[in-house]
């Protein structure tokens, strides 16, 4: 999505989503969260970041982690005027000022699909039926969850993941569907109508050809009897080699590695994670993205052996999600430059806006955790597990921009 300077939606959500709201459970913290002001100039002195990001010049990637709709947040897009978009709504001007934004889809988006694949017809605006449209263990989100993705800033749709094939190869296909109705590019999965198409997918943005490529370390067990799902250790030879082979590609400038992989709410990589990294950096990748352990685990610089910088960030954990824990609703909006180096572009080490979900009386939305009741929890675990001198606050990002970030009217 083409970059601009935002005027943010709802600088402080505190003044329009929490004053004078009451929990409505004893996960959901209390009270009003302090530091609410119409505009951030962009040189104000609260602006701490020691990374350098959106810099003239640069690509600007943006990547966030697991998009998990549990039922309980299908319900809560039943329950709001424009569905999933409401949700998002906080975050939407912080993914869009990247100039590329990607995401991990946890689960299908597969029209009118039943578990086990079969179909079952329900009217268009019906989100969840706890059948068609339904969570753990088999997920399936309503299609309009990838049109507001796509309008909320996301650009890149990751699709694979262990809950890709949860309804079956029509699901995958349904899936695929609605991604290219949308106009999404996505990478990790391939419908049945064409086997042999690239696990990657390449997107031009200011002059320059990125290229992405995920996969999964499993599907659940569930079988993928005509290999939609690229996975990373069974598959390891020909991910590497579409790595290495996108990296020799005079019209790709960087390779980005999105793996599904790691052990779930576990804050250090395992030695499986180690070795991929490593091998897809040496392949050519600029960057590693992980997702999957629901929960962030660290950031790593990584100079390759012919002297390429780049860095390998294991899991961005959930970008939202139903599950409660202050490690699971905490994540960040992980953003970093694609700058020229000897052997094309090459990925600086990251800064991170922290993100908190929080449910109010209004409903559930993820959130800027500077906008959030309880946010400086989040804030501190962010930097507690990827390094405080990564970590942004609005007042970097409008600095950073260059122009202020006010809320809605100011």
């Known amino acids: 999505m ?99 934004t990607v ?48 309008d909320s800033g996301v650009d890149v749709i990751q699709t694979a993941n262990n809950h890709a094939m949860d309804r079956g190869p029509l699901g995958v296909d349904r899936t695929l569907e609605a991604l290219d109705a949308a106009g999404l590019p996505h990478t990790g999965t391939r419908s049945r109508a064409a086997p042999d198409a690239p696990w990657h997918t390449v997107v031009s943005s200011g002059g320059a050809r990125i290229a992405f490529l995920a996969c999964s370390y499993s599907t659940n067990g569930r079988a993928d009897p005509h290999h939609q799902v690229l996975l990373c250790y069974r598959d390891e030879a020909e991910v590497l080699a579409t790595i290495r082979i996108l990296h020799a590609e005079t019209a790709i400038d960087a390779v980005i590695f999105l793996p599904h992989w790691g052990n779930e709410y576990v804050h250090a990589p395992d030695a499986n994670q180690r070795r991929l990294a490593r091998a897809a950096m040496e392949a050519g990748a600029a960057a590693v993205i992980g997702t999957h352990p629901h929960v962030l685990q660290p950031i790593e610089p990584v100079t390759t052996s012919d002297g390429r910088q780049g860095f390998v960030a294991y899991s961005l954990g959930n970008f939202i999600s139903s599950q409660w824990a202050l490690p699971q609703r905490s994540s960040a909006i992980l953003y970093f430059d694609l700058l020229p180096g000897p052997n094309g572009l090459e990925a600086q080490m990251p800064a991170y806006l922290p993100t908190r979900v929080t449910r109010y009386v209004s409903g559930t939305y993820v959130q800027p955790a500077e906008q959030a ?34 809320a809605t009217g100011g």
Do not use: K, W
């Not at 009270?31 to 609260?46: F, L, Q, V, W, Y």
């Not at 991990?104 to 059948?131: C, I, K, S, W, Y």
């Open 2 to 100: 083409a970059r601009f300077f935002v005027s943010a939606y709802m600088l402080s959500q505190r003044a329009t989503l929490i004053g004078g709201l009451l929990a409505l459970s004893s996960c959901v913290p209390v009270g009003e969260s302090t530091g609410n002001r119409a505009c951030i100039p962009a040189s104000d002195s609260t602006a701490m970041v020691q990374r350098e990001v959106f810099r003239p010049g640069a690509v600007t990637v943006a990547a966030v982690g697991d998009v998990l709709m549990h039922i309980f947040l299908q319900e809560e897009a039943a329950a709001q005027p424009e569905g999933f978009a409401d949700l998002l709504r906080p975050v939407a001007p912080y993914l869009g000022i990247a100039d590329l």
């Open 373 to 406: 009741v309880d946010g400086q929890q989040s804030i501190t675990h962010v930097a507690q597990v990827l390094g405080r001198d990564g970590v942004l606050s609005l007042a970097d990002i409008a600095r950073l921009q260059g122009s202020p970030i006010c």
């Open 103 to 150: 995401a991990n889809l946890e689960g299908p988006a597969a029209r009118n699909v039943l578990p086990g694949g079969g179909e079952r017809v329900l009217p268009d605006h019906v989100l969840t039926d706890g059948v068609v449209y339904s969570g753990y263990p088999t997920f399936n989100f309503h299609p309009s969850l990838v049109t507001d993705l796509r």
